[in-house]
């Protein structure tokens, strides 16, 4: 039996990367639940009112962009679940769906209340099955919103793939990297890719990502890593990714940045900052053993009419 696996024999999910992998690299597992609400007769999860749940986190980046103003504000830890009052974890969720479940238990989750099982553990599929799947039960006005275009698409596909592989995941394959050589690795394709975030968004038309609306881009890129990245006790201290921050060094990553925080409310009214720093700093026992968290950076996110020095600095140099 494999030293990954605990009394229960399931894989024990704190270890992010195996104990008997040398290479010391974080290596993601794919999502196991990869069912789609269809709109269609005879679908398995058909598009119906009030059919489904989804389980979110204000502090994982992949879940938070699913998350609600009208939300109840987040407890120290979780809130209890609505569906389930015996269930304690999410876990119970994914048991509940498989007994012999063996990967992580992750957010979001989308549930299907009817069948009592996971549609979907998957963010990137989640996302764009909601997009027009439940139209026939929305306002016109929700109806006409379309954050994946037709025209934009391959652009946004394009950007998806390398800030999933190099951003998004690239924090992760720093802050749990077991060895300097994988860590190293990491934390330097990150930056070469923030570069060129940075480089894509002084030479787009704006004031967003791919022009003058949101798209699929802006949620992806900005709820996944860049708030996490300004909040500084998280991936620039948490995980190491210091060697320029948000804030000081990326100015027109920062513009764009608190261009959705303080105009656009889906960003600012689910952005819980110290449930974000909380739930990091205290949940990796094997990164930071005392759980303690850091009281900064204050304020959390500046005005969008105020920068730092140096980034003042920055500014005068590209001008």
Known sequence: MSSETNGDHKPAILNWVAPNDKSGEFKRKESKFRNWIKNEQGAEFPAEKDRYHLYVSYACPWGWRFATSDENEPGENVTPDPLHKGYSHLRDIYFESDSEYDGRFTVPTLYDKKQKKIVSNESSEIIRMLYHVFDDLLPTEYKQLDLYPTALRQQIDSTNEWTYNDINNGVYGSGFATTEEAYEKAVTTLFKSLDRVEQELRNSPGPYYHGSDITEADIQFATLE????????????????NIRDIRSGYPAIHKWLRKLYWNVLAFRDTTEFTHIKKHYTKSHRQINQFSITPKGPEPNILPEDEEVPSAMAMIAGVR
């Open 226 to 241: 860049v708030t996490d990245l300004l909040a500084k006790p998280v991936y620039v201290q948490h995980f190491k990714c």
